[in-house]
């Protein structure tokens, strides 16, 4: 579990940088087959970034709120859910650069920066507590 949490961790910005990449040519180039592939690399890519939290979130016994950069980890995770939940329910998909771009960031300086903390106070291990902050961000 440990290993699959480490490969994610790094792996996560470059889901995003495609995912990225794609939605801007889809912009720039307003081909179809650039039309077509931004939804299913964003669909991956939230996928894989729920997996991460989930094993983080198993392996370490705690919601991935306790650090800062668990938390940008969850906001970059929380924008592009978001996002896609947006760009399904109005039809307007020409934003998803600019707003998955702060997923980008978000996740990069997580990624960079995220520390192993085994050892939390028991008020923070409360699931409840990651259903708050979920639901706030």
């Given at each position: ?40 690399f964003l669909a ?20 991935p709120i306790i ?19 947006i760009e399904f ?49």
């Amino acid at each position: 579990m440990k290993m699959i949490n480490d490969v994610l961790t790094f792996a996560l910005p470059f889901f995003y940088l495609v995912t990225v990449i794609a939605y801007g040519f889809a912009f720039a180039t307003q081909k179809q087959i650039a039309k077509k592939i931004k939804i299913p690399f964003l669909a991956v890519t939230i996928s894989v970034h729920l997996l991460y939290l989930v094993t983080r979130t198993i392996y370490f016994l705690h919601p991935p709120i306790i650090s800062v950069f668990e938390i940008f980890s969850l906001l970059a995770f929380s924008i592009a859910a978001s996002y896609r939940i947006i760009e399904f329910r109005t039809g307007v998909k020409n934003t998803g650069v600019i707003i998955l771009f702060l997923s980008l960031i978000f996740q990069t300086i997580s990624s960079l920066f995220i520390q192993d903390i085994y050892e939390v106070k028991p008020i923070l291990r409360s699931n409840l507590l990651g259903v708050h902050v979920l639901s706030a961000l």
